[in-house]
């Protein structure tokens, strides 16, 4: 554990530095301490070792790393070939392409209607938008990104976000899903607006409850 540890610290420090991030930077951007990334960088957490998966969670994005490379740095999964590594990262390009397509193509039929606002706020970590941007002319500066891999950075988080709201998530659910039914009868657009209008009275003044609790 203390040479995964020790592995695991020059290994973040490493992706910190390339970032030009300092440590008291990054604990305030993802409230952790000071003190506490440092003794991860320099493997001296003793028994406790690495970071949990919840702790790399919040370390992976503003680093700019790989999520399932860093679990692996960090002994949470085996470490893959580099063979491996290329065929995964060759069919997550593939699957990524193929992701924002699907959406650009939903979005023709209805440029206007709203992405979700979690959606929303993803794409706006990647590229410029405005208030103006409507959901077509949004997926088309994706699409026409030069850089692929911001592009696939950006289908990526929004795959990722969309799987987390489409779990449970109603309000994803009826923004999304066109092919809504109530007792086998279709729910139109206006008919899933309305449903959202009512279900936001009906929790109008609650808190989400804090799922790490």
Sequence with gaps: MFKIAESFGQYLR?????????????G????LSYSYLSQLERGERGIQGVPSPEILKL????????????????????KKSKAEVQAMNEEQ??????????IYKGALANPDDPIPPQIREVIENHIE????????????????????????QIANDMWMAAYELSEDE????????????????????NDRKLLTIFLDALTDGRIAPNKSE
């Design 93 to 102: 390009n593939t699957y990524l392409e193929e992701y924002i397509d699907w």
């Design 14 to 26: 490493g992706l910190r530095k390339k970032k030009g991030l300092t440590l008291k930077e990054l």
């Design 129 to 152: 938008v405005s208030e103006e941007d409507n959901k077509i002319s949004i997926l088309t500066k994706i699409k026409n990104l030069k850089d692929s891999i911001t592009k696939s």
């Design 59 to 78: 370390l992976y994005k503003p680093l700019g790393a790989d999520l399932i490379e860093m679990m692996e740095e960090a002994g949470h999964l085996p």
């Design 28 to 31: 305030k951007e993802i409230g």
């Design 170 to 189: 109603l309000e994803y659910i009826l923004s999304t899903n066109e092919d809504l039914t109530y007792k086998r009868i279709p729910l139109s657009a």
